[in-house]
């Protein structure tokens, strides 16, 4: 059983150009050198690719169908799977590069809270500002519709909900074919984190850059 990081990230984003190639070296340079060779970097990006072999990780040439804005992160990791005849009893950690604030201590917690576990799935897990019994739909003419139908009043009898956060993504390769488009099923289990920066457009990443520089 081999425990991967797999480290994916395309070319092309509209919210902020290049933002893998920006975000890269905040993931990579966590990495412990011991566990470099079992990084796998997923790209169309020649400079991520690049970015990747000087690290010592693997570098994989994702197709130019599993680089588009429709293709799932699901088909991406089993893209990986296959390419490198990975053991269904494997484990993949998911590192997204948007995460920046990101440490290793974090990231090997949860690691380790996953496999204490015995679950086969992870995703983590935010706090929310605005809980959902409170969002409508917008309608025609000013209207609205429940996100969540209710009658519920009192905010104290609302359910507790959480907002899903790819921070850290742990999955069996046997799990991936089981999983949702969005790396979910009814048996994953979730990591409780605090609200983190997670950059997507560029508004994110300036905040982030003069952040970091005070």
């Not at 019994?133 to 609205?144: A, I, R």
């Not at 359910?159 to 790819?166: D, G, M």
Request: hydrophobic share 35%; aromatic share 10%; proline share 5%.
């Amino acid at each position: 059983m081999t425990d991967w990081l797999i480290i994916p990230g395309r070319q092309n984003s509209k919210g902020l150009p290049y933002k893998n190639r920006k975000l890269f070296n905040f993931t990579a340079d966590i990495i412990p050198a011991a566990r470099s060779s079992n990084v796998i970097v997923t790209s169309d990006d020649e400079v991520l690719l690049e970015g990747a072999t000087s690290c010592g990780f693997e570098s994989h040439r994702r197709s130019a169908t599993l680089s588009t804005d429709e293709a799932s992160l699901k088909d991406v990791l089993l893209d990986v799977r296959d390419a490198y005849s990975l053991n269904p009893s494997d484990t993949i950690t998911l590192l997204l590069l948007t995460y920046p604030q990101r440490t290793w201590a974090k990231v090997e917690e949860i690691i380790s809270f996953f496999k204490e576990s015995g679950a086969h799935s992870l995703y983590c897990a935010e706090e929310i500002e605005d809980h959902p019994f409170l969002c409508m739909y917008s309608e025609p003419q000013n209207k609205g519709r429940p996100v969540v139908p209710h009658d519920l009043y009192r905010r104290q009898d609302y359910p507790h909900c959480f907002r899903t956060s790819l921070y850290v993504g742990i999955f069996k390769v046997s799990e991936l074919p089981l999983l949702s488009d969005r790396l979910i099923n009814s048996d994953t289990i979730f990591y409780d984190i605090e609200n983190t920066i997670d950059v997507d457009e560029e508004m994110h990443y300036n905040n982030f850059i003069q952040n970091d520089s005070c």
